[in-house]
């Protein structure tokens, strides 16, 4: 199975700051890659698809980058909503595998 | 609006079985693919099985081959998972997830979950 692994696993910013998390896969996935963002309580909700993606309604402040085995996700403003816990997805392989996640909070 | 509703959920002794249903609306249940997603209590997000818009294609992670069957009725718009021989490892709350294409991209909208406990 594809092993994808996200850095950092945790951060702490402030509002405004840029944040980059960055997912790494373990073989090539071309641009088979999703970013997800889940609150406390929540349920996750797509933000980046194929990669570089948004989905609609999904604020411009996040973009996705990569190819291959590198991946980034950046919020160019961190909000105060941003806060939460970020997931990758890899759909170029079955299983379908998630990466551990990375968690965003207030410094 | 897209709505996903899981159901299905509970608390199940270890090697039953149970079945997950989820009630699809606000889009075109058959254009798309269907998956399903779980998340242990406190853990990450662990992709589980996927069906193709027409219910031919089957694809399922390496912890529910051999167990789990995910099927669709699309006259209904309605998605299943039957789970057999149930596992502590297994507890987790299960979400539906509705994928962007007709088989396996990113999951673009999801249920609420429903909480299944495999405890003695």
């Known amino acids: 199975a594809v092993q994808l692994t996200q850095s950092p696993s945790s951060l702490s910013a402030s509002v405004g700051d840029r944040v980059i998390i960055t997912c790494r896969a373990s073989?090539?996935?071309?641009?088979?890659l999703a970013w997800y963002q889940q609150k406390p309580g929540k349920t996750p909700e797509l933000l980046i698809y194929?990669?570089?993606n948004l989905k609609s309604g999904v604020p411009s402040s996040f973009s996705g980058s990569g190819s291959g085995t590198e991946f980034a996700l950046t919020i160019s403003s961190l909000q105060p909503e941003d806060f939460a816990t970020y997931y990758c997805?890899?759909?170029?392989?079955?299983?379908?595998?998630f990466g551990g996640g990375t968690r965003v909070d207030i410094k | 609006q897209v709505q996903l509703v899981e159901s299905g959920g509970g608390v199940v002794q270890p090697g039953r079985s149970l079945r997950l249903s989820c009630a699809a609306s606000?889009?075109?249940?058959?254009?798309?693919?269907m998956h399903w997603v779980r998340q242990a209590p406190g853990k990450g997000l662990e992709w589980v099985a996927v069906?193709?818009?027409?219910?031919?294609?089957?694809y399922y992670a390496d912890s529910a081959k051999g167990r789990f069957t995910i099927s669709r009725d699309n006259s209904k718009n309605t998605l299943s998972l039957q789970m057999n021989n149930l596992r502590a490892e297994d507890t987790a709350v299960y979400h539906c997830?509705?994928?962007?294409?007709?088989?396996?991209?990113?999951?673009?909208?999801w249920g609420q979950g429903t909480r299944v406990t495999v405890s003695s």
């Open positions: 997830a509705k994928d962007v294409r007709i088989e396996a991209a990113a999951q673009d909208y």
């Open positions: 606000g889009f075109i249940f058959r254009s798309y693919g």
């Open positions: 069906v193709s818009h027409d219910g031919r294609n089957k």
């Open positions: 073989q090539g996935i071309s641009t088979a």
């Open positions: 194929d990669a570089s």
């Open positions: 997805q890899q759909f170029h392989d079955f299983p379908l595998t």
